[in-house]
């Protein structure tokens, strides 16, 4: 059956969206990141996650030409970086970004990181965008289990919809407390670098023998058996980044794949899961 994930609002996607880091970055690629962005959509990966940061805004506005005429088919996410997270730079800077999106709302926007404004002035500004119709739900990114503590003791911090972390096969430190923890509040995990792109290990990932094996068993490729393992456990969702169709189509086809518990333990005993708090991994 093919996963989904719920956020607040009852909002419910695929459990697998798109990335756009990097994109917008190479004009001559740009056609193929739109047809592979739209080609995504058509295949149900209704989400589409950005931010004023790719490509210094460039990879916004590849999404926009992207979503052009086809605005609501998408579920659309931008990040803002954490030094224009204060009361009034939030509201500019998320206003730039609905301009090179070419659209009058964002589904989410997201804190990119954490930085020194306060916590408490970013839910403000949140909550303005809210009312001005900008944006219709607010979370973070890259939040350790204390930072989700500062946050949901804040003022309005429980409406946070999501935390967007780093998660792949490689790096599994958020399934100790940060996982389990937003399980329970059913607050979903949005996981970055699903394919360990960023990752050290992504060359261990590609080329691990038992891996190739369970998926030439399963009759699916590598980068299907990592984000159908990102996706095995409730309330993640994964967004890998695909710059071309093939590639958006074979994510989308790892929806419907699912895993035996003699397979997860297969996985487990190649990359066994934290016995204790890690720091969070990042980028
Ligand atoms: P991913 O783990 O998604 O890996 C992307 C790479 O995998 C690209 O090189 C892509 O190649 C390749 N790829 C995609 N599909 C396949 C496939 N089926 N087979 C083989 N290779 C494939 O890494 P990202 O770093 O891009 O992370 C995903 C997204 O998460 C980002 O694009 C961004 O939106 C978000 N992100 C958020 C961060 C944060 O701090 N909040 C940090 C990092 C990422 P190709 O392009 O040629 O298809």
């Given at each position: ?18 990335g756009?880091w990097y ?28 931010a004023?940061m ?58 990119h990181w ?27 990114s890259n ?21 967007q972390v780093l998660y792949h096969?490689?790096s ?20 970055y670098c699903?394919?360990a792109q960023a990752g050290r ?79 969070l991994d990042v980028v």
């Open positions: 059956m093919s996963k989904t994930v719920t956020f607040p609002q009852a909002i419910t996607l695929p459990a697998i969206g798109q756009s994109m917008g970055e190479d004009p001559s690629l740009r056609k193929k990141e739109i047809a592979a962005l739209q080609a995504g959509l058509e295949c149900g990966l209704k989400l589409i996650d950005t004023e790719y490509a210094d805004g460039g990879a916004e506005q590849v999404v926009g030409e992207a979503l052009s005429g086809r605005r609501d088919s998408a579920w659309l996410v931008s990040k803002v970086y954490p030094w224009h997270a204060g009361e009034v730079d939030a509201i500019e800077a998320c206003e730039r970004s609905l301009s090179r999106l070419k659209t009058d709302y964002l589904d989410l926007y997201l804190l954490r930085g020194s404004v306060p916590l408490e002035e970013t839910i403000r500004a949140m909550e303005t965008l809210q009312q001005q119709g900008k944006i219709r739900q607010w979370g973070v939040f350790d289990i204390d930072d989700m503590h500062e946050l949901w003791q804040e003022a309005g911090g429980n409406a946070c919809a999501t935390n096969l490689a599994r430190g958020i399934e100790y407390a940060l996982l389990p923890e937003c399980q329970q509040r059913q607050i979903p995990l949005m996981a699903p394919l290990l992504r060359r261990d990932l590609l080329h691990n023998g038992a891996l190739n094996q369970l998926a030439q068993q399963k009759g699916i490729s590598i980068a299907q058996l990592l984000l159908a393992w990102v996706i095995r456990k409730e309330g993640v969702i994964a967004i890998p980044k695909a710059s071309s169709v093939a590639h958006v189509q074979e994510n989308a086809a790892a929806l419907n794949v699912s895993f035996s518990s003699e397979e997860l333990a297969t996985i487990n005993q190649q990359f066994p899961p934290p016995t204790g708090k890690l720091p």
